[in-house]
């Protein structure tokens, strides 16, 4: 609005004073009105009590508010070069555009990497490198001996994101393009709309609000089995995933901001409309492990067999140590665990929990991947890692340090035409992908986004095949963490393997 004021401002000074050049009396009387304005906006600046700087600097004090608004978008346009633009660099940026508009995504003279740099990090390629169209892989095979439902699902899929935290028409976009490219596409912890019924594989998320899977009873969102079976049924519903927690903020349930709970997603969740809703930080349905399990075992009943996963961001290792225990020791087990790094996305977090909590997603992947071996459920329970994975180096690391598929949230938001504003929280989002203000909603155009989301998927499949090829691998099962290196403050080179196992 603030913004909007000035632009109107700043465009009547420049008409009028082109007026005050060609008729000059029309201008002058604009121009005279346009100084009055700011003065009694200034006089007003002095007089106010809240701000200091404003008293002391009458309307000159806007201007700093104005660039302070802003700064990002200064930032993004004029400052960042390509490798330093956060959380996702400019670099990885362009490539989401490009491989989503199918355009050139090569690049110029060489890399802009420092590759003597500490930390940086490269594959090795073979000198008899595979026809990457003969890769194997592509597929995965859900479901532990417990469940009679398995999926055969992408090596690549879209991570959880709610109906809420993301417009109609980005779920719209994002559901259709998993159906385009046959991946699946999770529904995050907001329940199942009708935008996510648009054809594409879907894994259903139970989070802690238990919304599409239960009821407010006393003011307590509690788990219904009625409620969730409905769901779990559903044709579409492939899998189901319990959320304990995102690497964004472990151990705080999610945030709705109460101008993006509009009536409609209040009436999917049964909540008040325009109000903030707060997942609650734990589950309700179970309290222990052998619980978990018991619920579990409950899900996949109710769900006709279904793999039911859960998803977390490493906490404490005691913790899952002990939960893994306990899988091997109840020979039952989820189907999946997806590991989400602590540098994961979100719509809304406070930043503590952003910044410092939660185990960044390596040291948790290879944590899990060792406990996994270590209680020998690699037969059973397959490894979903989420985190930054953006091209295809990034994928093959996270495949070589122990997942099975990887979950993309940003790099798909990106395909649907995210421009990084970071404003997700604030329904402001200027491109329609992140609020739920219908004008800025219209702005996607479903029948174009629901392409580029497919594209992307599909670009991003085929340069990991190429890369894989390169290295000499003939399938992604066989990548560990040997074939990946690190350049160490020693100026040493080191694999993975030697630092993570
Ligand atoms: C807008 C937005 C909404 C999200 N909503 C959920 C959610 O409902 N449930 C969940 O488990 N994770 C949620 N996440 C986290 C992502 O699923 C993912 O775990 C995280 O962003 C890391 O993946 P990325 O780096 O590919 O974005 C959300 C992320 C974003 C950006
Ligand atoms: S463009 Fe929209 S979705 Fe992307 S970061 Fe900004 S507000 Fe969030």
Same mark, same amino acid.
């Given at each position: 609005?603030?913004?909007?004021?000035?632009?109107?401002? %700043?465009?009547?000074?420049?008409?009028?004073?082109?007026?005050?050049?060609?008729?000059?009396?029309?201008?002058?009387?604009?121009?005279?009105?346009?100084?009055?304005?700011?003065?009694?906006?200034?006089?007003?600046?002095?007089?106010?009590?809240?701000? +200091?700087?404003?008293?002391?600097?009458?309307?000159?004090?806007?201007?700093?508010?104005?660039?302070?608004?802003?700064?990002?978008?200064?930032?993004?346009?004029?400052?960042?070069?390509?490798?330093?633009?956060?959380?996702?660099?400019?670099?990885?940026?362009?490539?989401?555009?490009?491989? +989503?508009?199918?355009?050139?995504?090569?690049?110029?003279?060489?890399?802009?990497?420092?590759?003597?740099?500490?930390?940086?990090?490269?594959?090795?390629?073979?000198?008899?490198?595979?026809?990457?169209?003969?890769?194997?892989?592509?597929?995965?095979?859900?479901?532990?001996?417990?469940?009679?439902?398995?999926?055969?699902?992408?090596?690549?899929?879209?991570?959880?994101?709610? %109906?809420?935290?993301?417009?109609?028409?980005?779920?719209?976009?994002?559901?259709?393009?998993?159906?385009?490219?046959?991946?699946?596409?999770?529904?995050?912890?907001?329940?199942?709309?009708?935008?996510?019924?648009?054809?594409?594989?879907?894994?259903?998320?139970?989070?802690?609000?238990?919304?599409?899977?239960?009821? =407010?009873?006393?003011?307590?969102?509690?788990?219904?089995?009625?409620?969730?079976?409905?769901?779990?049924?559903?044709?579409? /519903?492939?899998?189901?995933?319990?959320? %304990?927690?995102?690497?964004?903020?472990?151990?705080?349930?999610? @945030?709705?901001?109460?101008?993006?709970?509009?009536?409609?997603?209040?009436?999917?969740?049964?909540?008040?409309?325009?109000?903030?809703?707060?997942?609650?930080?734990?589950?309700?349905?179970?309290?222990?492990?052998?619980?978990?399990?018991?619920?579990?075992?409950?899900?996949?009943?109710?769900?006709?067999?279904?793999?039911?996963?859960?998803?977390?961001?490493?906490?404490?290792?005691?913790?899952?140590?002990?939960?893994?225990?306990?899988? =091997?020791?109840?020979?039952?087990?989820?189907?999946?665990?997806?590991?989400?790094?602590?540098?994961?996305?979100?719509?809304?977090?406070?930043?503590?929990?952003?910044?410092?909590?939660?185990?960044?997603?390596?040291?948790?992947?290879?944590?899990?991947?060792?406990?996994?071996?270590?209680?020998?459920?690699?037969?059973?329970?397959?490894?979903?890692?989420?985190?930054?994975? /953006?091209?295809?180096?990034?994928?093959?690391?996270?495949?070589?340090?122990?997942?099975?598929?990887?979950?993309?949230?940003?790099?798909?938001?990106?395909?649907?035409?995210?421009?990084?504003?970071?404003?997700?929280?604030?329904?402001?989002?200027?491109?329609?992908?992140?609020?739920?203000?219908?004008?800025?909603?219209?702005?996607?155009?479903?029948?174009?986004?629901? @392409?580029?989301?497919?594209?992307?998927?599909?670009?991003?499949?085929?340069?990991?095949?190429?890369?894989?090829?390169?290295?000499?691998?003939?399938?992604?099962?066989?990548?560990?963490?040997?074939?990946?290196?690190?350049?160490?403050?020693?100026?040493?080179?080191?694999?993975?393997?030697?630092?993570?196992?």
């Amino acid at each position: 609005m603030r913004n909007t004021i000035l632009a109107v401002l %700043f465009s009547a000074t420049l008409l009028s004073a082109i007026l005050v050049y060609f008729i000059p009396q029309i201008g002058t009387i604009i121009l005279l009105s346009i100084c009055v304005l700011l003065l009694l906006i200034g006089v007003k600046d002095s007089l106010q009590t809240r701000h +200091s700087l404003l008293r002391a600097f009458p309307l000159v004090a806007r201007l700093r508010w104005l660039f302070e608004e802003e700064r990002d978008k200064i930032q993004q346009y004029f400052i960042e070069d390509n490798l330093n633009g956060t959380p996702i660099s400019r670099e990885k940026r362009s490539l989401v555009y490009q491989r +989503s508009k199918l355009q050139k995504d090569t690049i110029p003279f060489g890399t802009q990497h420092n590759v003597y740099a500490k930390g940086y990090e490269f594959v090795k390629h073979s000198l008899f490198p595979k026809d990457h169209r003969q890769i194997q892989g592509e597929r995965v095979l859900f479901g532990s001996d417990k469940c009679t439902q398995k999926y055969e699902g992408s090596l690549i899929n879209i991570s959880a994101m709610s %109906f809420g935290s993301l417009s109609k028409n980005a779920i719209m976009a994002l559901n259709q393009g998993a159906k385009l490219g046959n991946f699946a596409h999770n529904t995050g912890e907001g329940g199942i709309s009708s935008y996510h019924l648009q054809g594409g594989d879907l894994i259903f998320q139970v989070g802690t609000g238990y919304f599409g899977a239960g009821k =407010s009873v006393d003011g307590k969102r509690v788990f219904d089995a009625d409620i969730f079976k409905e769901n779990a049924i559903r044709p579409e /519903v492939k899998m189901i995933e319990i959320k %304990f927690s995102q690497g964004a903020k472990p151990g705080h349930g999610g @945030i709705l901001p109460a101008k993006k709970n509009t009536e409609e997603i209040a009436k999917i969740r049964s909540v008040e409309p325009f109000t903030q809703v707060d997942s609650p930080p734990g589950h309700s349905a179970f309290s222990n492990y052998n619980e978990l399990i018991g619920f579990i075992q409950e899900l996949r009943e109710l769900s006709e067999g279904k793999p039911i996963g859960i998803k977390f961001c490493v906490g404490d290792n005691d913790e899952i140590e002990d939960m893994f225990k306990a899988f =091997s020791e109840a020979k039952n087990y989820p189907d999946f665990i997806t590991v989400d790094g602590g540098e994961g996305g979100t719509g809304s977090a406070p930043m503590e929990f952003t910044n410092y909590i939660g185990t960044p997603l390596i040291e948790g992947l290879t944590f899990v991947n060792k406990l996994r071996e270590k209680y020998n459920l690699k037969n059973q329970v397959k490894i979903i890692a989420s985190g930054k994975a /953006v091209d295809a180096f990034d994928i093959v690391k996270l495949l070589a340090l122990g997942a099975d598929t990887i979950n993309m949230a940003r790099s798909f938001m990106l395909s649907l035409g995210c421009i990084q504003a970071r404003e997700c929280n604030l329904d402001t989002c200027p491109v329609g992908v992140a609020t739920q203000d219908p004008d800025l909603v219209k702005a996607l155009v479903v029948q174009k986004k629901n @392409i580029r989301v497919k594209n992307y998927h599909e670009k991003t499949i085929l340069s990991l095949k190429d890369v894989v090829a390169a290295m000499g691998v003939s399938s992604f099962e066989e990548l560990n963490a040997s074939q990946v290196f690190r350049r160490t403050k020693n100026e040493k080179i080191v694999s993975l393997e030697e630092v993570y196992y």
